[in-house]
């Protein structure tokens, strides 16, 4: 392997408190005669001494825009505003290939200074697995928060925890009244991480994949009380929910987690509202009468940030020792040079390194 210098940024989401390298892993990086530059970070649920402590060069928060050109800049989710030109190869989840809102300006920006983005969404194998992911802490929490709000125990703002403690709150106290769970998606992670947290509160959910979804029956669907949507669309399909399906006098959905949060894609199968919910609103009330909540968090593990960023760390590890532009990362590059097409920025601006 050529010799690597990655970065790890500071996140500009003050909410954000995962990251994508803990620092066992990043001694092994270290080792493997990485350099590993850290940005400070307040919010990181690891403290900076740990990665001082694994051999990693320390540095100010945001001055990733200063790094050497060839620093691999590393980071999870979205960028700051500026600069207006990125020089740099950066891995982080972009979210900027399925027409979501505000994917023209980053990929300006990338097609501005020649850099390039690696989405992490598109790490995959030749089969098209992904590779490393947050989905199984996603749906878990996605589940976990909705049965709290359905239970009326969910407490505003949320605050990150751990898996004990919010195992201990979704167990059934006296006087909590049965529901009906569902869960669409039910064979992915997330759908396996919902599945694990209904079963902590006591619930065993409907669960639908593939074949419940290629004619799906809406009816049933409104019949249940407490629905998860973990289905990560990847082309075009009939949405699950409709404006009128919310006035359904049939209707007994009461709370609706959106995990995959694709508001604004064209891919999204909930398109029932327009922006998502955050830590210190969490719960949006779709409907008065009956009632009609949702919750739709795009960065929901941040919540459980030492076990998904242990989980998600161990998984990127072994892709970091071999970074370069073939094999999985020849997927990410493959696919940031059609977006970069499709937007019409493909002029050769664009650099390898």
């Known amino acids: 392997m050529t010799e690597l210098h990655l970065w790890l940024r500071h996140e500009a989401r003050t909410t954000e408190r995962r990251t994508p390298i803990v620092p066992d892993d990043a001694r092994r990086l270290v080792d493997d005669g990485v350099t590993l530059t850290v940005e400070e970070s307040p919010q990181r649920v690891f403290p900076i001494g740990e990665y001082e402590a694994a051999g990693c060069r320390v540095a100010p928060a945001g001055s990733w825009v200063s790094a050497p050109r060839d620093a691999v800049v590393l980071g999870l989710k979205e960028l700051p505003e500026g600069p207006a030109e990125l020089t740099h190869r950066h891995i982080f989840f972009g979210h900027a290939y399925k027409g979501q809102p505000g994917a023209g300006d980053l990929l300006r920006r990338f097609a501005a200074g020649g850099g390039t983005l690696f989405d992490l969404e598109y790490l995959v194998d030749d089969t098209g697995r992904r590779l490393a992911a947050f989905g199984y802490w996603a749906g878990y929490l996605g589940a976990a928060l ?56 006591g619930a065993d959910p409907t669960c639908w994949d593939l074949a419940e979804t290629r004619d799906l029956d809406r009816g ?18 009939p949405p699950f929910l409709r404006e009128q399906d919310l006035d359904s006098p049939d ?8 995990v995959t ?55 990127l590890l072994p892709h970091l020792l071999d970074f370069g532009v073939t094999g999985p990362w020849g997927h990410c590059l493959d696919r ?18």
């Open 261 to 315: 949060c694709d508001v604004g894609s064209p891919l999204n199968v909930l398109p029932v509202y327009d922006d998502t919910t955050d830590w210190d609103e969490p719960v949006r009330r779709l409907r008065k009468e009956p009632p009609l909540d949702l919750i739709a968090i795009d960065n929901l593990p941040s919540l459980l940030p030492l076990e998904s960023s242990t989980d998600f760390s161990a998984a």
């Open 251 to 258: 209707r007994r959905l009461r709370t609706l987690c959106d």
């Open 336 to 353: 940031f040079r059609q977006a970069t097409r499709e937007h019409g920025l493909d002029k050769g601006e664009f650099h390898d390194h």
């Open 146 to 201: 909705a049965v709290l709000q359905h239970r009326g125990r969910l407490r505003a703002p949320l605050v990150p925890t751990t898996k004990e403690d919010l195992d201990e709150t979704l167990r059934p106290a006296p006087g909590d009244a049965a529901f009906t769970g569902l869960v669409i998606g039910a064979l992915g992670r997330s759908g396996r991480g919902a599945r694990t947290a209904f079963a902590a509160a």
């Open 220 to 237: 049933a669907l409104l019949r249940h009380d407490v629905m998860v949507n973990a289905v990560l669309a990847t082309s075009p399909v």
